[in-house]
């Protein structure tokens, strides 16, 4: 697939258009950053690692019933996907308390959510991507009733999926990012699912095998990246 110009160039990827109006491809590239943009890095393989991982996840959620965006891989770290409108949303479910939920409100670190709980940030830079609710978000006109609980529903089936799968790798979810499309009417998953966009703890050690790792020096971020991704996707390194 020909690579044509470049769309829309985010902190870590590149949207490039095709031939095909239809479809985009979307590179990973090697940047890093953290605390909206205030800390950058660049480190050869990490945009592979996350290609990789969301490529395996991607698959894992169309195996298991729900639409995404990703289509296959082009290269090693660029998938083609299916064009779609962007929804300015940030859903994120939590399992643990961690991070930005630690800070605003009285959790301590690690407290289990059971139900999860789903917070839903609106995806703008500029504002620092405020935390909203549903009538807010549909009051901006970002999304319809019926489409919020859609995307709460497959939010919660798509933690339900991916818990259980890493759990299997020895990894807890304490929480991660989804963002959705819309190609035609309807809604996918979109984006990317990667250590970039997750929190993922070692089952035994709660060691950060993901952002936090580079947000808060606390060690090698390619190799704990190295590390999620030959228990998520094993298959590369053979
Ligand atoms: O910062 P916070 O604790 O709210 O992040 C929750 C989860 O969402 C983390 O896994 C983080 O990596 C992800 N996230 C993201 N992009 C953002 C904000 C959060 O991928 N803009």
Redesign the pocket.
Known sequence: MIRGEALYSGKAKTVYATPDPRRYIVKFRDDVTAGDGAKKASMKGKGYYNAQISAKLFKLLADNGISTHYIKMVSEDEMLVHACNMIKL?V?P?NYA?????KKYEFPEGKRFDPPII?M?Y?NDAAH?PMLNDDIAIALGIVTEKELRKIRKVSLRVNEILQKFLDEKGLLL????LEFGKVDKKIVVADEISP????LWKKDTHQSL???VFRFDKGDLLAAYEEAARLIAPEIFK
């Open positions: 940030e994120i939590r961690a991070g930005s939920i630690v917070v940030d995806k991507d304490p929480d991660f990012k970039d966009t997750m929190r993901d952002k936090d």
